[in-house]
């Protein structure tokens, strides 16, 4: 009896530790790699020592990448994963996917779906016999509908370890600090200010009301700070001018998130990022961006929405009707797939 115990409780250890990664020495793929985003990612990712081996992935321009990369004199390995993404993929401990059309001006953000699912979709379903212990980080937009799309695939092959899937919403969080900082006359790297709610125009819900320091803005200050903040990404993109988006700002956001989630990985505490996850904080909602406790697994604890001004909650009751769309749609494209894959395995 008390050797079955012991076994059992031995068992369930070992499976908890192999779903983490082993300190310090993480294997990260990063899809889409030779793209605006994947560029200055990898350079960022290339010089975290606790990252032992990059793995880079792109349908162009990977060799010449990685042949750059490898130049610069840090430790990290950079490899080319060449063209079969199973391979590529294959026990890695953290998958980064910023592989996807970005927008151009006049575009929403949804109007990227159509393409972009299926590239989601496909990684995902790699990644299931790949590596479905790892970490995955979608930069991918439209994020909203993204990430939904994502679990369910991992959900349908029993592999959704949602602990473990973030949508990359970190943007926000730097934008905020950087806008907010600016305002009240504090450096930027000392501000924060929590984000809930998605990552598209109103669903970016900045609380301002909890700005650290506080942000005394009121009325049309405060509406102006919202916008600025809602609306940075398609200014961006105005500014470019039809050559793409956000890349520069992007890629160190991802790189905050990803070196966050990998220091927490390694045993450091209280570490706290705002992402877009499977969230159930308000039952409306299956997904929502909201501040997370990172851990040695993932996400240890989500802090919700926590105290909301009026103005936050109208403006979150806004958000949802706009989220629980986004999100039914990456789950009803995952689920046509899915369909779709098993009436062709039957043939
Ligand atoms: N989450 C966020 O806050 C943000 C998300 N984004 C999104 O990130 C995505 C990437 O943006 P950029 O790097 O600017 O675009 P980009 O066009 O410069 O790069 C995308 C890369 O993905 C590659 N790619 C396309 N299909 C692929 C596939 N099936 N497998 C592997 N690689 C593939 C392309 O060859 C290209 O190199 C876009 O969807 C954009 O909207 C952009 C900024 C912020
Ligand atoms: O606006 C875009 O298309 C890219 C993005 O998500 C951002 O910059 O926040």
């Known amino acids: 009896?008390?050797?079955?115990?012991?076994?059992?409780?031995?068992?369930?250890?070992?499976?908890?530790?192999?779903?983490?990664?082993?300190?310090?020495?993480?294997?990260?793929?990063?899809?889409?790699a030779a793209g605006g985003i994947g560029q200055p990612l990898s350079l960022l990712l290339k010089l975290n020592p606790s990252i032992v081996e990059l793995r880079l992935h792109d349908l162009k321009d990977v060799p010449g990448v990685v042949a750059?990369?490898?130049?610069?004199?840090?430790?990290?390995?950079?490899?080319?994963?060449?063209?079969?993404?199973?391979?590529?993929?294959?026990?890695?401990?953290?998958?980064?996917?910023?592989?996807?059309?970005?927008?151009?001006?006049?575009?929403?953000?949804?109007?990227?779906?159509?393409?972009?699912a299926q590239i989601v979709y496909d990684v995902t379903k790699s990644m299931t016999k790949?590596?479905?212990d790892a970490y995955l980080i979608i930069i991918t937009n439209p994020l909203n509908s993204m990430i939904p799309l994502a679990c369910e695939v991992l959900k349908e092959a029993n592999k959704l370890n949602a602990r473990k899937v973030f949508g990359c919403s970190t943007l926000d969080s730097v934008r905020a600090a950087t806008f907010v900082g600016e305002a009240i006359c504090k450096d930027p790297k000392t501000v924060d200010v929590p984000i809930i709610g998605g990552h598209s125009g109103n669903t970016i819900i900045p609380l301002i009301s909890r700005s650290n320091p506080p942000a005394c803005l009121e009325g049309d200050d405060l509406q102006k700070m919202?916008?600025?903040?809602?609306?940075?990404?398609?200014?961006?993109?105005?500014?470019?001018?039809?050559?793409?988006?956000?890349?520069?700002?992007?890629a160190y956001a991802a790189s905050r998130l990803i070196f966050s989630i990998l220091r927490a990985a390694d045993g450091e505490k209280e570490i706290v990022e705002s992402a877009y996850v499977k969230s159930d904080v308000m039952p409306e909602v299956k997904y929502l961006a909201s501040p997370l406790l990172l851990g040695k697994c993932g996400i240890e604890k989500n802090f919700g929405l926590g105290k909301v001004d009026e103005?936050?909650?109208?403006?979150?009751?806004?958000?949802m009707e706009i989220l629980k769309k986004d999100i039914e749609m990456g789950e009803k494209f995952a689920k046509a797939k899915i369909c779709e894959s098993q009436k062709n395995s039957k043939k």
């Open 68 to 116: 750059d990369l490898s130049h610069i004199e840090t430790a990290t390995k950079v490899v080319a994963g060449g063209s079969d993404l199973g391979a590529t993929l294959k026990d890695v401990d953290m998958i980064v996917l910023a592989a996807g059309l970005p927008r151009k001006p006049g575009m929403k953000r949804e109007d990227l779906f159509k393409t972009n």
């Open 226 to 250: 919202i916008k600025k903040i809602q609306e940075a990404g398609t200014e961006v993109v105005k500014a470019k001018a039809g050559k793409g988006s956000c890349t520069l700002a992007m």
């Open 311 to 319: 103005c936050e909650k109208k403006m979150f009751c806004e958000a």
């Open 130 to 132: 790949a590596a479905p």
């Open 1 to 32: 009896m008390f050797l079955t115990s012991l076994f059992r409780k031995a068992t369930h250890l070992k499976r908890c530790y192999s779903d983490c990664a082993k300190p310090g020495a993480h294997k990260v793929a990063v899809i889409g």
